[in-house]
Structure formats: structure tokens, C-alpha cells
Nanobody, 124 residues
Framework: VQLQASGGGLVQAGGSLRLSCAAS????????MGWFRQAPGKEREFVAA????????YYADSVKGRFTISRDNGKNSVWLQMNSLKPEDTAVYYC??????????????????WGKGTQVTVSS
């Protein structure tokens, strides 16, 4: 499965962005989907995940209450709505897919498929 993330940009603190991830090659129905991010000099970290049916969602503590992950299997797409953005949210955001269940304990090395990242920069 090929993943393409988009929607990143520059935003002021307190603002919002919506990231999109479009899949091609295979249907996403069989995959758990997630978002990870990587700031300069730091390891890639889990942000959010959603089960294949959309019935279960998981979030990193740092984004709970501010970010929302959603999906539409019919459109082969996943989104990450990011509100109340903070400068510490600045990172390259990556869309991820895996046939295994994702949760808030999923590590980047557990992931089978990655999209190219999209840069999110939050200014103070």
C-alpha cells in the first residue's frame, strides 16, 4: 500500500491544521492506521491511531483533547485534525499503516508502511 500525506504548513500557536493521508494500491479496510511525528534530533514518536473499522482510537498523552484521528475506508483516506497547536507540535508528520493492531504503545519500528512526511511548523 502506498501512502501520501498532505496538509502540513506553518501556523501560529493556538491555530489548527488538518492532515490528510490518501492510500493507493490497496484498500485500507484491512489496516490499522496511524500518525507519527519526528522533530529534529528526536526519535519518531506515536501521535494517534485508529482501528480498521474506525471503532477504536488511541492518542499520545501530549495530544489528547487537541487532536482527532478519523478515517473513511470508502475514500481510502485518514485524517488528523489538529487544534490548539503548540510550538512543541512542530515536526514532520508521517502517515502509517499496518495489518497488526496499533495502539498508544506502538513504536515506529512496528510499522510496515509509511508515507512521505509532511512538515508542520507552529510558531510562538
Amino acid at each position: 500500500v502506498q501512502l501520501q500525506a498532505s496538509g502540513g504548513g506553518l501556523v501560529q500557536a493556538g491555530g489548527s491544521l488538518r492532515l490528510s493521508c490518501a492510500a493507493s494500491g490497496r484498500t485500507l479496510r484491512s489496516y490499522d492506521m496511524g500518525w507519527f511525528r519526528q522533530a529534529p534530533g528526536k526519535e519518531r514518536e506515536f501521535v494517534a491511531a485508529i482501528g480498521w473499522s474506525g471503532g477504536s482510537t488511541y492518542y499520545a498523552d501530549s495530544v489528547k483533547g487537541r487532536f482527532t484521528i478519523s478515517r473513511d475506508n470508502g475514500k481510502n483516506s485518514v485524517w488528523l485534525q489538529m487544534n490548539s497547536l503548540k510550538p512543541e507540535d512542530t515536526a514532520v508528520y508521517y502517515c502509517a499503516a499496518d495489518r497488526s493492531e496499533m495502539s498508544d504503545s506502538t513504536q515506529h519500528y512496528d510499522i510496515s508502511y509509511w508515507g512521505k512526511g509532511t512538515q508542520v511548523t507552529v510558531s510562538s
